[in-house]
């Protein structure tokens, strides 16, 4: 049994959603919630699984019990590598590096700035206001999503006419800018591919309104 520990509105659990939808893959979704009392992620029961207390985690079993994987992108990688097909990444090493380098940007560039850790830290720590790290978000999604927008090549998909581990990063990333309200229609490759790909099954099934957490 394949069991995603997932909270609806995280980005980086959308992601390893739609991998799963997908490449159809049976799995269990166990909801950690990340504002309830404190925080679920930040239970015993939780950090005994994942130390970092960051979903997603991915639990897979064996013989010895779970075993639990950290990180979206290693959780994708994974998936890619024990059920190939179909497949997120192309098979020329040109296209496979675009591809990488895109959702690169937004799990490395755009979502570490943008957590609800760091935005919350800007908030208690070092006193700003709601203004302020509204400016701080809009601030990074627009000058990662400029770049995004002359590497991609559309106008159904990031790369090569299919979906691929780049569309599985950005439409996430989509959901979040508008729902912290940054403009995004300077950037029609990216709407365009959005909107595209949220018709696809495997993409609307992940979305965060259509999970058991929803709030």
Known sequence: MTRLYTYFRSTAAYRVRIALNFKGIAHELVPVHLVR?????????????NPQGRVPALGVDSADGETVLA???????????I???????????????????????IACDIHPLNNLAVLGYLKTQLGADQAAVDR????????????????????????????????LCLVPQVFNARRFKVPIDAFPK??????????????????????????
């Open 37 to 49: 009392n404190g925080g679920e992620h930040r239970g015993a029961d939780y950090l005994s699984r």
């Open 71 to 81: 990180q979206s992108l290693a959780i994708l990688e994974y998936l890619e590598e």
């Open 83 to 105: 059920h190939p097909e179909p497949a997120l990444l192309p098979v020329d090493p040109v296209a496979r590096a675009k591809v990488r380098g895109v959702a690169d940007i």
């Open 136 to 167: 701080w978000y809009a601030h990074w999604i627009t000058v990662n999503f400029t770049a995004i927008e002359q590497m991609i090549e559309g106008p159904d998909f990031c790369f090569c006419g299919v979906p691929t581990l780049a569309d």
């Open 190 to 215: 990216i709407v365009a591919i959005d909107a595209h790909c949220s018709r696809l099954a495997a993409f609307a099934d992940a979305h965060p309104d259509n999970q058991p957490d929803a709030e």
